[in-house]
């Protein structure tokens, strides 16, 4: 349990959950916290943490314990590569790990099996090294399911480490899952849907979910089907969920998604947004994947402009695809009355594609490529009448 003497150890302190947990954290009255954080060999912990916490915008006031300390380390090494002393130190007094780190990467493999599976194992032995048996706290993936598709997922019936996966990611993670919860240490899982940035003022962590929003521009049609939904929530309502299972004196179960379940939109909703958003002459056509035919691939995949867009689309399409929810009734039981707030998609997506058209990345056209986008609109609107 969470409480005003509680020590907590966080890894993953600069990523986006892990630099919002720290962030929360620190305003709530606790005894230390400590932050993993991964540096180079003559970088400051302390100086990439602070980083962190400030493109958050204001830093949260109101704790009365010692403010977050930065701990230089990485999950990957020995001893989570910490220094002597502070292994010592941390072994010593802490109460709750939090292990957020991850490689969350959907084309680096051999990343993910090191610092999921790897950083996994290093945390569980680091754990039974520890004084007081602490809480370990994994930060896992709603989609350890793997490749099930139009269906609403349970808690008991998602974790499948042996099934398909699309991605070395999802599969790394439900290894990883697993092993954490069959170690015999005490174990919390928690299994976010897809986490995005909203209420966080940095275009960077915007694009890490939505960076191909602005590709969309380029095509007219994608493969996905209109009907399909994805299960999203913004990384506020993770955080404050995770904070207020661990203040609950008892939990019932080991494992909760922390998902936004039915609340999820279509994306054919999402798609006239787009189209809003980018002032799109042709409304984007979603084209259910069993009717995308070579044919149509031709049609409206014809430039090289067009095929380099589509290929960095393909690492998202199953996902867009699977149309699977995450049931979240075993938290919301859990949480009763305070269960947090939990913001449509639609309240705060145009905030994110906001802050990604002002970054440094934004897809900005010359007056060629906008001769040549209306051109191609003349050409799909006199082909589909």
Sequence with gaps: ???????????????????????????????????????????????????????????????????????AGDVTAPQLGLSAADYEEVRRDVDIIIHSAA???????????????????????????????????????????GTMANTCISEEDACRPGSEHHNEYTRSKAVAEELVRSSGVPVLVVRPSIVLSAGVPDAAFARAILGFAPLLRELDAVPVSPHARADTVPVQFVVDSLVRLLQLPRLRFDCYHIS?????????????IFDRF????????????????????????????????????????????????????????????????????????????????RGRHALRLGPSARAARAARHARVRAATG
Excluded at 114 to 140: D, H, K, Y
Excluded at 305 to 313: D, G, M, N, P, S
Aim: proline share 6%; hydrophobic share 45%; glycine share 6%.
């Design 103 to 145: 490689e969350t990467s959907f084309i680096r493999a051999a990343d993910c099996r090191r610092t999921n599976i790897a950083g996994a194992e290093n945390l569980v032995a680091f754990s039974r090294a520890c004084r007081r048996q602490p809480l370990l706290v994994c930060l896992s993936t709603a989609y350890v399911s």
């Design 278 to 357: 980018y002032e799109r002459e042709v409304p984007l056509r979603l084209i259910p994947p069993a009717q995308w035919t070579r044919e149509t691939h031709r049609t409206y995949v014809a430039t090289p402009e067009q095929r380099r867009v589509f290929a960095a689309l393909r690492n998202y399409l199953p996902f867009l695809n699977m149309n699977v929810l995450f049931e979240n009734s075993r938290l919301r039981a859990e949480l009763g009355d305070r269960f947090p707030a939990l913001p449509p998609f639609t309240a705060y997506l145009e905030e994110l594609l906001r802050l990604i058209s």
């Design 1 to 71: 349990m969470l409480t005003d003497s509680s020590n907590v150890f966080v890894t993953g302190a600069t990523g986006l959950i892990g630099g919002e947990l720290v962030r929360t954290l620190a305003a709530q009255p606790l005894g230390k916290i400590w932050a993993l954080v991964r540096v180079a060999h003559d970088g400051s912990p302390a100086a990439r943490l602070d980083h962190r916490l400030r493109r958050s915008g204001a830093l949260l006031t109101g704790g009365t314990g010692a403010p977050p300390r930065a701990l």
């Design 260 to 272: 936004g379940g039915e609340a999820a939109v279509e994306h054919a909703h999402l798609a006239r």
